[in-house]
């Protein structure tokens, strides 16, 4: 082995051990989570957010048994994507404000994308994951989560509750998607405790209409706990599996 390799198997080990160790402690917290609220550990799900770390941690974690990984910049999960292409069962979730015009790309790579919240893009996606599968890059449907805006401030991206029965309709009548359920992210310095309130609400009045809808995704590194009390399945979690961002803005 070279120095330089040597150097570069030290650096991989010791990110390696940070991560398994950060994993640890987060499985713990969500566990701890889920046994203070009453509810079963084996029905919330963390998904580690990789987005501005590199697709070198995203392989760390797969070899720590993870398979589900969360992003929220197309370009930047592609890059990603076709870097770990050899692993099996990998699924990428998209997780941030997505564009229309990013959608045929994201529809050949994604298995979810949380962050629907346009009638207009739902028909692109649904367009995108036909001519994905048609080209050969997916052969099943999308699942989408209708993100809802908890702020009822329609700039910052998300559906009006108002309006989610009629998107949650018009996803449910597109050949190439599959309704999974909600997400959100409440307003930043909000108490997120009477948010994921009303979040479970409108999830309740969806399963009503929509029974299969029954992912709630909410929750992230500074209010999973909250989240879990309010019926979270998903937890997306970076910050405190993979460390502070470079850069915070995404
Ligand atoms: C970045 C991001 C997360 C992860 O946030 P942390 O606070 O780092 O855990 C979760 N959800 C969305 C939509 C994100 O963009």
Not at 63 to 73: D, H, K
Not at 91 to 120: C, E, F, P, Y
Not at 204 to 228: F, N, Q, V, W
Request: aromatic letters at 4%.
């Amino acid at each position: 082995m070279t120095g330089e390799s040597a150097g570069a198997a030290t650096e991989s080990g010791t990110r390696t051990q940070a991560l398994s160790s950060a994993l640890t402690g987060l499985l713990e917290r969500i566990d701890a989570a889920c046994r203070a609220a009453g509810r079963d550990p084996a029905r919330v799900r963390l998904l580690p957010v990789t987005k501005f770390f590199p697709a070198s941690d995203v392989a760390i974690l797969y070899r720590l048994g993870r398979r589900e990984f969360g992003e929220s910049r197309e370009q930047e999960a592609g890059a990603k994507v076709a870097e770990l292409a050899d692993l099996p069962d990998i699924q990428w979730h998209m997780i941030g404000h997505l564009q229309r015009n990013k959608a045929k790309a994201v529809a050949r790579w994604a298995h979810t994308v949380h962050s629907v919240d346009s009638s207009r893009l739902i028909t692109a996606l649904d367009v995108g994951v036909r001519a994905a599968r048609e080209a050969g890059y997916r052969d099943t449907p999308l699942r989408v989560l209708l993100q809802v805006s908890l702020d009822r401030d329609p700039t910052r991206g998300g559906v009006a509750a108002d309006d989610l029965p009629a998107l949650a309709d018009q996803v449910d009548k597109s050949e190439n998607l599959q309704l999974g359920g909600l997400m959100a992210v409440p307003p930043l310095d909000a108490d997120p405790e009477p948010e994921f309130a009303r979040l479970a609400e409108l999830h309740a009045r969806l399963l009503k209409r929509h029974p299969m809808g029954t992912e709630l995704s909410a929750g992230m590194s500074a209010d999973l706990e909250a989240a879990i009390r309010h019926g979270s399945t998903c937890v997306r979690v970076g910050t405190a599996l993979m460390g502070a961002r470079p850069i915070t803005s995404g």
